[in-house]
């Protein structure tokens, strides 16, 4: 069964999510890569045919990426779409948060659709899912200042037990 990685934009979910695929011998999939190899650049698909039009695609990747043995990340607002939320009910969660100061370095110069108005954008977004991304999570990791092998190794360590609800990092 998949691992899935979720989180808002720019919290490290695919830095991460190679990491922790590597460690467990298992395939990477990030679905948003999938979206941009089938489909062009995220930002091509919301100028062209707007969001709604970008998250029934994601919800294909998603579907997809979830049918694999996987680490799977899951693109920021893939958790909105209420089948895909139904999709991780028994699933391994892993929400992987960031604060608002160490992401914002992280999203200087984004080409993301929803981050034209910078770090601002980024926290009204953030605030809108966080209900959703805190009760998917079986657990979650920060990855504001610890290094991302150090937090790697604890998801994949987790994968490999039980994957039970733990004391939160």
């Given at each position: 069964?998949?691992?899935?990685?979720?989180?808002?934009?720019?919290s490290?979910?695919?830095?991460?999510?190679?990491?922790?695929?590597?460690?467990?011998?298992?395939?990477?999939?990030?679905?948003?890569?999938?979206?941009?190899?089938?489909?062009?650049t995220?930002?091509?698909?919301?100028?062209?045919?707007?969001?709604?039009?970008?998250?029934?695609?994601?919800?294909?990747?998603?579907?997809?990426?979830?049918?694999?043995?996987?680490?799977?990340?899951?693109?920021?607002?893939?958790?909105?779409?209420?089948?895909?939320?139904?999709?991780?009910?028994?699933?391994?969660?892993?929400?992987?948060?960031?604060?608002?100061?160490?992401?914002?370095?992280?999203?200087?110069?984004?080409?993301?659709?929803?981050?034209?108005?910078?770090?601002?954008?980024?926290?009204?977004?953030?605030?809108?899912?966080?209900?959703?991304?805190?009760?998917?999570?079986?657990?979650?990791?920060?990855?504001?200042?610890?290094?991302?092998?150090?937090?790697?190794?604890?998801?994949a360590?987790?994968?490999?037990?039980?994957?039970?609800?733990?004391?939160?990092?």
């Amino acid at each position: 069964m998949s691992l899935v990685l979720i989180g808002p934009m720019g919290s490290g979910k695919t830095k991460l999510g190679k990491r922790v695929a590597a460690a467990l011998g298992k395939p990477f999939v990030d679905t948003d890569r999938m979206i941009v190899a089938d489909h062009g650049t995220i930002a091509e698909i919301f100028a062209k045919f707007g969001e709604a039009h970008f998250r029934a695609l994601e919800r294909i990747a998603v579907e997809d990426a979830l049918a694999q043995d996987a680490v799977v990340a899951l693109g920021g607002g893939a958790i909105l779409n209420e089948q895909t939320q139904a999709d991780l009910a028994d699933r391994r969660v892993a929400l992987i948060t960031v604060s608002a100061a160490a992401v914002e370095p992280r999203i200087v110069g984004s080409k993301r659709p929803l981050l034209a108005g910078g770090i601002e954008s980024w926290k009204q977004i953030l605030e809108s899912r966080r209900e959703i991304y805190d009760r998917l999570a079986t657990r979650v990791w920060d990855t504001s200042s610890r290094p991302l092998t150090a937090i790697a190794a604890e998801i994949a360590a987790w994968a490999a037990s039980d994957g039970s609800r733990e004391a939160n990092e």
